[in-house]
């Protein structure tokens, strides 16, 4: 053949693949189809198990390695592994609301067990799932070619309940997901009912049938009717699912019951880390846990329990530390028709009135071409018995002409034209038995015949009228209601359930230190009698250790211009080395923590109000390697921040924080370079921002310098303190250097000399005694 080459623009051909692409993963593979609710593997698995290897329900279960093999040699050419994790999952009594796998052996567990291979585990279908598949032989549905056009599948199952809500489903696709929580069948087939007899029915009159998401595993859902009702009409949003509980009494008091956990939570990880709590005396009301979960009685972890403890105070801790709590997002996206009537396409933010709507359209479609096929066939089997009777009218002259002829073409030929009879016809007189047509036997033609006509005109009455079509499937799905009247299994929380979370009371008031080290590891210890005193790695050495209570806060500044605060509480109390904070946020690569500040009242002072447009204090003293520095309140640090901090300066390229302090009575600022210059400003010209800002230039710098750090001076320290590149120090006190404007450039007290750092402050460690002293003569 002759090379044609082609120019295309690269933009658009990447545009067209990759959409190309995200549709095929959007279609075949994430999003379930809105009127049966199922993804393609699912509804492979499910067509090979009834269509070629008959597991229905009253069928001896398969060994799952064949139905895998099935599966993926006929259907679905993907791996293996795959496969077999859609067949579990929809074994699953915990996953699915209504399993459509009866799973024989090991399909896993709610505590994250995994399954058996699938060589050991069997399976077969459920009743639930054969409502999905009933209808397929009566051509209620298109069929579309194998992957490898050997055989034909169909592109959708005739569904007879909507299993996309009554099951749920999750996927993620390229630009969208899914997520759409169980239901009670009981309850969304009321619903189709309702619309049925009032398709302009609205969302909140849908609730009224449907109370919300039925979860497997039960738990209460903490939304009220006018949350629910704004998410089923949007397609869109979240709520909040808790674990139930009781109180058992026990002969040393009570212990707690959970009964029930949220949907799609690991039980076995739920353990662990109500372990790790109590291990670590985080709940010390908690002391221990036994799982004695069992087939009779259902979910049973049991919670020990201090004598005296309100059970109250450990779930609501509980519920904010753990996955006995756990928010559940709505996003309901579904493939749906076309509106031109030919394929499917993704459509997301679907309403609960658009899922319903659109599986009832596909049912009254399927319904109508099941009566249609059944029309086909009566009147199939009509023409068969009027063909009879014919015979039956002259049977002796038939049975003549039968044996006078050569063969059975001959006699097909005979008959044809003597009776006025076509092939379908004849080919059904010759293929019987002729004492079928005897006189004893044509009565039950002529009745059969009677019957089938009857059945017939019944039929074209009912397609003749959407109304009685309508008729029929409601009262179908009246039938599904009254043959599986299951209960809910998730409860709708009331205000009482709502236990308010209060982290103040689950931790003991204790005085403390909050040590930071250079090399960037905390730990919170009692009693110092000196900085000595406390164990650091080899290599290491304290940089801060700040008084507190263990209600207050300790906040941590890094060079970077991000600052970390945590409670007292959470720094892990320890003799040893301490954990490196990266274990508690994120710092960024190569940042490190300079300095470290407690928010208890006893040591700093409390907010003053705003003067103007000016912030009130206490303020922090930034200085940065640039030269720059500037005033900020600490209010914004005095509360936990996330794992990524926040940002109180704004650096530029290449610049670092070298000093942060908390200004008290101090009323100068001294800073000194590597260039060997010392300045000193009045702390009133640093200026003072609302929030993270660059600052302006404290100390102007030649080429090459760099500002080390410095101290704020007049009030706790008095001089500045600097060590030289051969490792002497020097001392400048307020009165060594003279006063200047802020940005000047500052003395240089020798032409040669060179500073290698700014010597921090010596740590003033707290008198506890004298405070808790104080605190008890105030009392």
Same mark, same amino acid.
């Given at each position: 053949?002759?090379?044609?080459?082609?120019?295309?623009? @690269?933009?658009?051909?990447?545009?067209? $693949?990759?959409?190309?692409?995200?549709?095929?993963?959007?279609?075949?593979?994430?999003?379930?189809?809105?009127?049966?609710?199922?993804?393609?593997?699912?509804?492979?698995?499910?067509?090979?198990?009834?269509?070629?290897?008959?597991?229905?329900?009253?069928?001896?279960?398969?060994?799952?390695?064949?139905?895998?093999?099935?599966?993926?040699?006929?259907?679905?050419?993907?791996?293996?592994? +795959?496969?077999?994790?859609?067949? #579990?999952?929809? !074994?699953?009594?915990?996953?699915? $609301?209504?399993?459509?796998?009866?799973?024989?052996?090991?399909?896993?567990?709610?505590?994250?067990?995994?399954?058996?291979?699938?060589?050991?585990?069997?399976?077969? *279908?459920?009743?639930? +799932?054969?409502?999905?598949?009933?209808?397929?032989?009566?051509?209620?549905?298109?069929?579309?070619?194998?992957?490898?056009?050997?055989?034909?599948?169909?592109?959708?199952?005739? &569904?007879?309940?909507?299993?996309?809500?009554?099951?749920?489903?999750?996927?993620?696709?390229?630009?969208?997901?899914?997520?759409?929580?169980?239901?009670?069948?009981?309850?969304?087939?009321?619903?189709?009912?309702?619309?049925?007899?009032?398709?302009?029915?609205?969302?909140?009159?849908?609730?009224?049938? =449907?109370?919300?998401?039925?979860?497997?595993?039960?738990?209460?859902?903490?939304?009220?009717?006018?949350?629910?009702?704004?998410?089923?009409?949007?397609?869109?949003?979240?709520?909040?699912?808790?674990?139930?509980?009781?109180?058992?009494?026990?002969?040393?008091? #009570?212990? =707690?019951?959970?009964?029930?956990?949220?949907?799609?939570?690991?039980?076995?990880?739920?353990?662990?880390?109500?372990?790790? =709590?109590?291990?670590?005396?985080?709940?010390?009301? *908690?002391?221990?846990?036994?799982?004695?979960?069992?087939?009779?009685?259902?979910?049973?972890?049991?919670?020990?329990?201090?004598?005296?403890?309100?059970?109250?105070?450990?779930?609501?801790?509980?519920?904010?530390?753990?996955?006995?709590?756990?928010?559940?997002?709505?996003?309901?996206?579904?493939?749906?028709?076309?509106?031109?009537?030919?394929?499917?396409?993704?459509?997301?933010?679907?309403?609960?009135?658009?899922?319903?709507?659109?599986?009832?359209?596909?049912?009254?479609?399927?319904?109508?071409?099941?009566?249609?096929?059944?029309?086909?066939?009566?009147?199939?089997?009509?023409?068969?018995?009027?063909?009879?009777?014919?015979?039956?009218? &002259?049977?002796? $002259?038939?049975?003549?002409? =039968?044996?006078?002829?050569?063969?059975?073409?001959? +006699?097909?030929?005979?008959?044809?034209?003597?009776?006025?009879?076509?092939?379908?016809?004849?080919?059904?007189?010759?293929?019987?038995?002729?004492?079928?047509?005897?006189?004893?036997?044509?009565?039950?033609?002529?009745?059969?015949?009677?019957?089938?006509?009857?059945?017939?005109?019944?039929? /074209?009455? @009912?397609?003749?009228?959407?109304?009685?079509?309508?008729?029929?499937?409601?009262?179908?799905?009246?039938?599904?209601?009254?043959?599986?009247?299951?209960?809910?299994?998730?409860?709708?929380?009331?205000?009482?359930?709502?236990?308010?979370?209060?982290?103040?009371?689950?931790?003991?008031?204790?005085?403390?230190?909050?040590?930071?080290?250079?090399?960037?590891?905390?730990?919170?210890?009692?009693?110092?009698?000196?900085?000595?005193?406390?164990?650091?790695?080899?290599? %290491?050495?304290?940089?801060?250790?700040?008084?507190?209570?263990?209600?207050?806060?300790? !906040?941590?500044?890094?060079?970077?211009?991000?600052?970390?605060?945590?409670?007292?509480? /959470?720094?892990?109390?320890?003799?040893?080395?301490?954990?490196? @904070?990266?274990?508690?946020?994120?710092?960024?690569?190569?940042?490190?923590?300079?300095?470290?500040?407690?928010?208890?009242?006893?040591?700093?002072?409390?907010?003053?109000?705003?003067?103007?447009?000016?912030?009130?204090?206490?303020?922090?003293?930034?200085?940065?390697?640039?030269?720059?520095?500037?005033?900020?309140?600490?209010?914004?640090?005095?509360?936990?921040?996330?794992?990524?901090?926040?940002?109180?300066?704004?650096?530029?390229?290449?610049?670092? #924080?070298?000093?942060?302090?908390?200004?008290?009575?101090?009323?100068?600022?001294?800073?000194?370079?590597?260039?060997?210059?010392?300045?000193?400003?009045?702390?009133?010209?640093?200026?003072?921002?609302?929030?993270?800002?660059?600052?302006?230039?404290?100390?102007?710098?030649?080429?090459?310098?760099?500002?080390?750090?410095?101290?704020?001076?007049?009030?706790?320290?008095?001089?500045?303190?600097?060590?030289?590149?051969?490792?002497?120090?020097?001392?400048?006190?307020?009165?060594?250097?003279?006063?200047?404007?802020?940005?000047?450039?500052?003395?240089?007290?020798?032409?040669?000399?060179?500073?290698?750092? #700014?010597?921090?402050?010596?740590?003033?460690?707290?008198?506890?005694? +004298?405070?808790?002293?104080?605190?008890? %003569?105030?009392?």
């Amino acid at each position: 053949m002759a090379e044609t080459i082609e120019t295309v623009t @690269i933009a658009d051909e990447v545009r067209t $693949r990759f959409l190309t692409y995200a549709m095929s993963v959007v279609k075949g593979r994430a999003l379930p189809d809105v009127r049966d609710g199922l993804k393609p593997v699912q509804r492979r698995i499910l067509y090979a198990m009834f269509q070629d290897l008959k597991l229905t329900v009253d069928k001896k279960a398969l060994k799952c390695a064949k139905i895998v093999g099935e599966v993926m040699g006929n259907y679905h050419p993907h791996g293996d592994s +795959a496969l077999y994790e859609a067949l #579990v999952r929809m !074994s699953q009594n915990w996953v699915l $609301r209504v399993p459509l796998v009866y799973g024989q052996g090991n399909f896993g567990s709610v505590d994250g067990d995994p399954p058996a291979a699938y060589r050991y585990t069997e399976a077969k *279908l459920t009743r639930q +799932a054969e409502l999905l598949l009933d209808e397929l032989g009566q051509d209620t549905v298109d069929s579309v070619a194998s992957y490898d056009g050997t055989r034909h599948e169909p592109a959708v199952l005739p &569904a007879q309940f909507p299993n996309l809500l009554v099951n749920g489903t999750a996927g993620i696709a390229v630009g969208m997901a899914t997520q759409i929580p169980p239901h009670n069948l009981g309850e969304v087939l009321k619903a189709c009912t309702l619309l049925i007899d009032n398709p302009d029915a609205t969302v909140a009159n849908l609730l009224d049938k =449907i109370k919300g998401p039925d979860f497997p595993l039960g738990g209460k859902i903490l939304a009220d009717r006018a949350a629910l009702r704004k998410i089923y009409e949007e397609g869109v949003g979240s709520i909040k699912v808790q674990a139930e509980w009781k109180e058992e009494k026990i002969d040393r008091g #009570v212990q =707690i019951v959970v009964t029930s956990i949220p949907y799609g939570v690991n039980k076995g990880d739920l353990e662990n880390t109500i372990g790790s =709590i109590i291990d670590q005396r985080k709940l010390p009301q *908690l002391t221990g846990q036994s799982n004695e979960s069992n087939e009779k009685d259902g979910l049973r972890l049991v919670l020990e329990i201090k004598n005296g403890t309100d059970p109250n105070l450990v779930m609501a801790y509980l519920y904010k530390h753990t996955e006995l709590q756990k928010t559940y997002s709505y996003n309901m996206t579904a493939l749906v028709p076309a509106e031109d009537g030919k394929g499917m396409k993704p459509r997301d933010r679907l309403s609960l009135w658009d899922l319903l709507t659109e599986f009832l359209k596909f049912r009254l479609a399927t319904v109508r071409r099941r009566f249609e096929y059944q029309l086909r066939q009566l009147r199939r089997r009509i023409h068969i018995l009027e063909g009879f009777q014919i015979i039956f009218n &002259a049977l002796d $002259r038939a049975i003549k002409m =039968i044996r006078e002829s050569s063969g059975k073409p001959d +006699a097909a030929e005979k008959l044809k034209a003597a009776f006025k009879l076509d092939d379908e016809q004849v080919g059904a007189i010759l293929d019987s038995q002729l004492y079928k047509i005897a006189q004893l036997e044509i009565q039950k033609i002529i009745d059969e015949l009677t019957e089938k006509k009857k059945q017939a005109k019944e039929i /074209e009455t @009912i397609l003749a009228s959407e109304k009685k079509l309508w008729g029929v499937i409601k009262s179908e799905l009246e039938a599904l209601i009254e043959k599986f009247p299951e209960r809910r299994k998730t409860r709708m929380a009331s205000d009482e359930d709502v236990l308010e979370f209060n982290e103040e009371a689950y931790i003991a008031r204790e005085n403390t230190n909050v040590v930071l080290t250079k090399n960037g590891r905390i730990k919170r210890v009692g009693r110092l009698a000196s900085v000595e005193t406390t164990r650091v790695e080899e290599g %290491d050495a304290v940089a801060a250790v700040v008084p507190g209570s263990t209600l207050d806060h300790v !906040s941590f500044f890094a060079d970077d211009g991000a600052a970390y605060t945590m409670r007292i509480n /959470e720094v892990p109390a320890t003799a040893g080395y301490g954990e490196p @904070i990266t274990k508690f946020f994120k710092l960024a690569d190569g940042a490190k923590v300079v300095a470290a500040v407690t928010t208890d009242p006893r040591f700093t002072p409390a907010d003053l109000p705003a003067k103007g447009d000016t912030p009130g204090g206490p303020f922090l003293v930034v200085a940065t390697r640039n030269g720059f520095v500037l005033r900020l309140p600490l209010t914004a640090f005095r509360s936990e921040s996330t794992k990524v901090g926040r940002r109180f300066v704004k650096l530029e390229e290449g610049d670092k #924080v070298v000093m942060v302090r908390l200004a008290g009575a101090e009323e100068g600022v001294m800073l000194a370079t590597s260039g060997g210059y010392v300045t000193h400003f009045p702390l009133d010209q640093v200026s003072i921002l609302s929030g993270a800002g660059k600052g302006v230039i404290g100390i102007e710098l030649e080429s090459k310098d760099d500002c080390l750090g410095g101290v704020l001076v007049g009030g706790r320290f008095d001089k500045l303190v600097v060590e030289t590149e051969n490792g002497k120090t020097q001392d400048f006190g307020p009165g060594a250097v003279k006063t200047r404007k802020r940005g000047a450039k500052g003395e240089k007290p020798g032409a040669r000399t060179k500073f290698a750092r #700014v010597v921090p402050p010596e740590i003033q460690l707290a008198d506890w005694d +004298a405070v808790e002293g104080k605190k008890k %003569d105030a009392d």
